[in-house]
């Protein structure tokens, strides 16, 4: 097609239906908040296994890491939810932030 100069293209929520974009995030959240708690409850009771196997201080490290940046990204974006640009900030940043804290 050499007459397409530009695209342009984006995900939105059906205005009659709102209700069903937001219970794929809040089930997304939700499910991720549980498996980093879960993956932490784990780290927690497996603390006694031989050194030799004691990976599991760097797991519940990087673990604990991300759920605290996930809670904090979360709080900060449901105050600033309309605000586009500065949640997209702040998105990258708890992206960021989680994967330094993982390395």
């Known amino acids: 097609?050499?007459?397409?100069?530009e695209q342009h293209g984006e995900c939105v929520i059906d205005p009659d239906n709102e209700t069903a974009g937001?219970?794929?995030?809040?089930?997304?959240?939700?499910m991720?908040?549980?498996l980093l708690v879960v993956g932490n409850v784990?780290?927690?009771l497996s603390?006694?296994?031989p050194v030799q196997y004691a990976e599991t201080k760097y797991i519940a490290f990087a673990l604990a890491?991300?759920?605290q940046t996930k809670l904090f990204?979360?709080?900060?974006?449901?105050f600033i939810y309309r605000e586009s640009?500065?949640?997209?900030?702040?998105?990258?940043?708890?992206v960021v932030v989680a994967d330094i804290g993982t390395l």
């Open 1 to 5: 097609d050499e007459g397409i100069i």
């Open 42 to 44: 784990l780290c927690f």
């Open 47 to 49: 603390r006694r296994i």
């Open 85 to 94: 640009v500065v949640l997209f900030i702040i998105k990258s940043l708890v």
């Open 73 to 78: 990204g979360l709080l900060a974006a449901t």
């Open 32 to 34: 991720q908040l549980l």
């Open 65 to 67: 890491s991300h759920l």
């Open 22 to 30: 937001y219970v794929f995030l809040f089930l997304s959240i939700g």
